[in-house]
């Protein structure tokens, strides 16, 4: 009996594992790359840098808008500007994004979107988690929301472009270790649970 379990356990936590991200909201800093590589900055204080809110895997073919909540686990950053293409307009503020898109916004061959860009600035060098979550009001609860422009009605929850285990909800880094983009899981991670 203690076997079938485990390898129901197994089964179930491997078809979890082996699932792709799709609809994946995270911050990078590079406007191409999307990764574990990108998803953390040591920048120098009081210096100014980029920053992106990126949507990859996406399902459709052009977004219509998007919501999200973005916090700062730390003081002392400052968001300089915020903008986007098409037309981008937001309703919220620098961090309560709220946002659609005068035109279509065409995901790219590989699946990517980048919805925003920032205008960032540390005023020391302290360790920062930046995590993403829903917009205040949220069109669907407890998550970032992102819609098709071909029916702005369409919407469709987002997941986390990144998964750090150790810290829920934290998608990207100032002056810290990378976070792990959620769709490179495998097979063998979840074996090496079992070894």
């Given at each position: 009996?203690?076997?079938?379990?485990?390898?129901?356990?197994?089964?179930?936590?491997?078809?979890?594992?082996?699932?792709?991200?799709?609809?994946?909201?995270?911050?990078?800093?590079?406007?191409?790359?999307?990764?574990?590589?990108?998803?953390?900055?040591?920048?120098?204080?009081?210096?100014?840098?980029?920053?992106y809110?990126?949507?990859?895997?996406?399902?459709?073919?052009?977004?219509?808008?998007?919501?999200?909540?973005?916090?700062?686990?730390?003081?002392?950053?400052?968001?300089?500007?915020v903008g986007?293409?098409?037309?981008?307009?937001?309703?919220?503020?620098?961090t309560?994004?709220?946002?659609?898109?005068?035109?279509?916004?065409?995901?790219?061959?590989?699946?990517?979107?980048?919805?925003?860009?920032?205008?960032?600035?540390?005023?020391?060098?302290?360790?920062?988690?930046?995590?993403?979550?829903?917009?205040?009001?949220?069109?669907?609860?407890?998550?970032?929301?992102v819609?098709?422009?071909?029916?702005?009605d369409?919407?469709?929850?987002?997941?986390?472009?990144?998964?750090?285990?150790?810290?829920?909800?934290?998608?990207?880094?100032?002056?810290?270790?990378?976070?792990?983009?959620?769709?490179?899981?495998?097979?063998?991670?979840?074996?090496?649970?079992?070894?």
């Open positions: 009996m203690k076997k079938l379990l485990a390898l129901a356990l197994v089964a179930m936590m491997a078809g979890g594992a082996m699932a792709q991200v799709h609809n994946g909201m995270g911050i990078f800093f590079s406007d191409t790359v999307f990764d574990e590589t990108t998803n953390t900055v040591a920048p120098a204080a009081s210096t100014p840098f980029d920053m809110l990126v949507l990859i895997a996406v399902d459709f073919a052009n977004v219509g808008g998007y919501e999200c909540g973005i916090e700062f686990s730390e003081v002392g950053t400052l968001i300089l500007s986007g293409p098409n037309g981008w307009t937001n309703f919220g503020d620098n309560n994004h709220l946002v659609g898109y005068q035109s279509a916004l065409p995901v790219s061959g590989d699946g990517s979107v980048v919805l925003a860009s920032f205008s960032v600035m540390r005023l020391n060098t302290d360790a920062v988690d930046i995590t993403l979550g829903p917009s205040d009001p949220a069109s669907i609860p407890g998550v970032p929301v819609a098709d422009h071909a029916d702005p369409n919407l469709h929850a987002c997941v986390l472009a990144t998964d750090d285990d150790t810290a829920p909800g934290v998608v990207a880094r100032f002056n810290g270790d990378g976070i792990v983009a959620t769709e490179a899981s495998s097979l063998t991670d979840v074996k090496a649970l079992f070894d």
